[in-house]
């Protein structure tokens, strides 16, 4: 296994004797510098070159997202982690946006932190190293991750994935693998009568050994050629999953199934990000209320600020009728994007289908919602755009 040389940048220099200390320990680790002046870490990893560099956002002299920003401008194929003492959602967008590969919380937990470098460097080693590769940034690939996503809950999300997923199945003959990034309400289960034993929970304590094959023993196949990985059945569990798990499970699952499927949560935190990121295209869905158009338009100003490429969000307006709501037109004025696909209001069948559950594309094929819906499946078959996926920030 490779050796990954680290550079540690932090204000404290009691932490980086305390992640030397630990680092030390592990054969995969070698410490090739360290300091507490920001001034100075540009010019240091520039001369030693560090795989890794754990960057500290309140470094003096200069701030960490500064740093990053420059780094990783002149150094593409470094992976920059991002410390700081409270890792809420502005500091998770100013550290994708910068360029770090993931956001820590101090104090460090050592034994987390180590774990997380190894991660991300195993995950990515064949992108940064690879000397074909005109792009250290970028590998084409051909299967597909589409993610479903809201800022708003209770929209539809989990009716959405389950029925795309199905559909993809059975237009396309392909693997499809649905996942439940929902880690404390997540239903996808529900929709296909499912009551699992395991759950990414479990997948989780087996991270270290995690691989491919590993990997297929914690999905769930369903009669429809679908498989599945449950979110955790305890919503106390949903801190357990780490970014690190996500990004590894992305990896492992885009290399083997056509299309990765992927509910979510109605939320931007580390994990949503780190899927948004890997994603080729995002079904982000909406309905005419106001709350929800509020909360979407400024869910798309967010998107925007992490340059996504044109074509990648896609707006999916759910539960349409026209005498509910605003107009479609006055929702495109509102959130300054078109609206790529709708799908009407029908309680009756998306209620019935989830008692059964049976999915409605199944259950009630000549319906309008399964015909409407079609429409995006149809959509997300036929884009033949030869787009790259994104492992590391620009």
Excluded: W
Excluded at 46 to 70: C, R
Excluded at 102 to 119: A, F, G, M, Q, R
């Amino acid at each position: 296994m490779d050796i990954i040389k680290v550079f540690i940048a932090d204000k404290n220099s009691d932490h980086n004797i305390d992640l030397r200390a630990y680092f030390s320990k592990s054969k995969r680790i070698e410490i090739v510098g360290e300091c507490s002046d920001g001034n100075l870490v540009v010019k240091s990893c520039k001369e030693m070159k560090p795989d890794v560099a754990i960057i500290d956002k309140d470094l003096s002299g200069q701030d960490g997202f500064a740093i990053t920003k420059i780094l990783t401008s002149i150094m593409p194929n470094i992976i920059v982690i991002i410390s700081c003492n409270k890792s809420g959602i502005d500091n998770m967008k100013s550290a994708m946006t910068s360029g770090a590969r993931d956001l820590v919380e101090k104090p460090l937990n050592t034994h987390e932190t180590l774990h997380k470098i190894i991660s991300l460097y195993d995950n990515y080693k064949d992108v940064l190293y690879s000397q074909n590769a005109k792009d250290y940034n970028e590998i084409e690939v051909r299967n597909k991750i589409i993610t479903i996503f809201s800022t708003k809950g209770g929209v539809g999300k989990t009716t959405l994935t389950s029925n795309i997923a199905v559909a993809l199945s059975e237009k396309t003959k392909e693997k499809v693998v649905v996942l439940d990034f929902d880690f404390q309400f997540g239903d996808i289960p529900i929709m296909f009568d499912i009551y699992p034993r395991r759950t990414i929970l479990d997948l989780y304590e087996d991270i270290d050994n995690l691989d491919g094959e590993l990997i297929e023993e914690y999905l769930i196949e369903h009669p429809s050629g679908i498989k599945i990985l449950p979110a955790p059945l305890n919503p106390e569990h949903a801190d357990v999953i780490t970014s690190n798990l996500i990004e590894k499970i992305l990896k492992l699952l885009s290399d083997k199934y056509r299309y990765v499927v992927v509910d979510t949560a109605p939320i931007f935190n580390d994990i949503n990000l780190a899927t948004l990121d890997a994603s080729d295209k995002i079904l982000f869905v909406t309905t005419l209320d106001l709350s929800t158009i509020k909360n979407v338009k400024l869910g798309l100003q967010v998107m925007k600020k992490l340059d996504y490429e044109e074509g990648k969000v896609c707006i999916l307006l759910n539960r349409y009728h026209k005498n509910f709501g605003i107009t479609k037109l006055e929702l495109e004025k509102s959130v300054n994007k078109k609206i790529l696909f709708t799908i009407s209001e029908d309680a009756v069948v998306a209620t019935q289908a989830m008692n059964k559950g049976v999915p409605f594309v199944l259950s009630h094929r000549r319906s309008k919602i399964t015909k409407q819906l079609m429409v995006a499946v149809d959509n997300i078959i036929a884009d033949k755009t030869a787009r790259k996926k994104v492992f590391l920030h620009k």
